[in-house]
C-alpha cells in the first residue's frame, strides 16, 4: 500500500501545477438538492440559463473558482459538490457510487431548480458523468463541455490497446484493490496547493469528505482487467453541441483517446487542445478555458 502513497502523491505534484487563484467569491449562495434521499450540495451565482459544473478527483465545487463569476455574469452557475464530497451526502457501499446514481444527482439538481435542461459542464470524474448524463437524458442536456476526459469509447479503446494508457493508468488499478482508502489523507490530497490559506480551504473540504467514497468512483466505473474493446459496441449519441477541452500534457488521459470523438456526436464538435496544460486545465489555463467557453456558450 505504501507504493499506492507514493504514486498518488506523484500524481498530484505532476498533473496540477497551478494554485488557487482566489479564496473567496463574492455573491454566492449554496443550498441542496434532493437525489433520492442523497443531499447534493451546490453554491450557484448568477441569472439566466442553467449551467452546472461538475468537478473530478480530488476536488469540490472550488475546482471552478476561476469560472463561476465570468459565467454567472450571463448565466445560472451551480457548481456542485458530487457525492461523497465535501458537504454532499456520503452514503456508503461501492454500489452508491456507480454511473446510474451519478447521473441520477444532475437530473435531481436541475429539477431542483425547475428547469427543463442545463449545460452540462464536467472535468475529470465529472465529465464521465457529463458524457454519460448526455447519453441517457438528452432532453435535458441543453449543450455540453467536457474538459480533460475523453468520450467512454476512445477511452476503452485506448485502455485495451494503448500499453502507454495501461501503464499510466496503474494508479487507477492500485484505487480498485481493497483498502485502497486507507492509504490516502485530506493532507495528502491537498499537498499541490502551495499557499497555505489556499492549502486549507481544500484540507477542510476533503477532511469534510469520504475518502472511501472517492476511492469508490474508481471501484464502481472505472474498467477493470482484462481490458477489452468493442468497435461495435454502440453508445448511445451525443444530440447537442459539444465544446472539450484537453490539456496536451495530461500524463494520465492520453490526447490518443481523443481520436474519432467525433464519430459520436450527432452535433457540432468543437475541440480546443491546450499545449503547456495538464490534467486540471481549468486552472492551468483559467483565462484561455473561461474565454472559450463564454464565447462558445454566447455564439450558440
Known amino acids: 500500500m505504501r507504493d499506492l502513497v507514493v504514486v498518488i502523491f506523484m500524481l498530484l505534484s505532476t498533473i496540477i501545477g497551478g494554485s488557487v487563484m482566489a479564496n473567496t467569491i463574492e455573491g454566492l449562495e449554496e443550498g441542496y438538492a434532493d437525489s433520492d434521499g442523497v443531499k447534493i450540495h451546490y453554491v450557484t451565482k448568477g441569472e439566466g440559463p442553467l449551467v452546472i459544473l461538475i468537478h473530478g478527483f480530488p476536488e469540490f465545487w472550488y475546482s471552478w473558482r476561476n469560472q463561476i463569476s465570468p459565467l454567472a455574469e450571463h448565466f445560472k452557475v451551480v457548481a456542485i459538490d458530487m457525492r461523497g464530497y465535501n458537504k454532499s451526502d456520503q452514503p456508503e457501499g461501492v454500489e452508491n457510487y456507480s454511473m446510474r446514481f451519478l447521473v441520477q444527482d444532475i437530473k435531481a439538481v436541475i429539477d431542483h ?21 448526455a447519453m441517457f437524458q438528452p432532453e435535458m442536456t441543453d449543450r455540453l463541455i467536457i ?82 474493446y468493442d468497435e461495435d459496441k454502440a453508445y448511445p449519441p451525443i444530440k447537442c453541441p459539444v465544446l472539450q477541452f484537453h490539456g496536451l500534457e495530461d500524463p494520465y488521459l492520453l490526447k490518443a483517446a481523443l481520436d474519432g470523438t467525433w464519430d459520436w456526436i450527432d452535433n457540432e464538435y468543437t475541440l480546443v487542445t491546450v499545449p503547456g496544460a495538464s490534467h486540471f486545465v481549468q486552472q492551468d489555463a483559467a483565462e484561455l478555458v473561461t474565454k472559450r467557453m463564454l464565447s462558445w456558450l454566447m455564439e450558440q
Open 113 to 133: 431548480f425547475s428547469e427543463e435542461k442545463a449545460v452540462i459542464v464536467g472535468h475529470d470524474w465529472g465529465g464521465m458523468v457529463a458524457w454519460s448524463f
Open 147 to 228: 474538459l480533460n476526459l475523453p468520450h467512454p469509447k476512445g477511452f476503452a479503446r485506448e485502455l485495451a490497446n494503448n500499453p502507454e494508457q495501461q501503464k499510466n493508468s496503474q494508479y487507477a488499478r492500485d484505487f480498485q484493490q481493497p483498502g485502497a482508502a486507507e492509504a490516502v489523507t485530506p493532507e495528502m490530497l491537498a499537498s499541490w496547493v502551495g499557499d497555505p490559506k489556499d492549502r486549507k480551504i481544500y484540507i477542510d473540504a476533503l477532511s469534510r469528505s469520504s475518502l472511501s467514497g472517492m476511492i469508490d468512483y474508481y471501484k464502481a466505473n472505472y474498467p477493470k482487467e482484462p481490458y477489452t
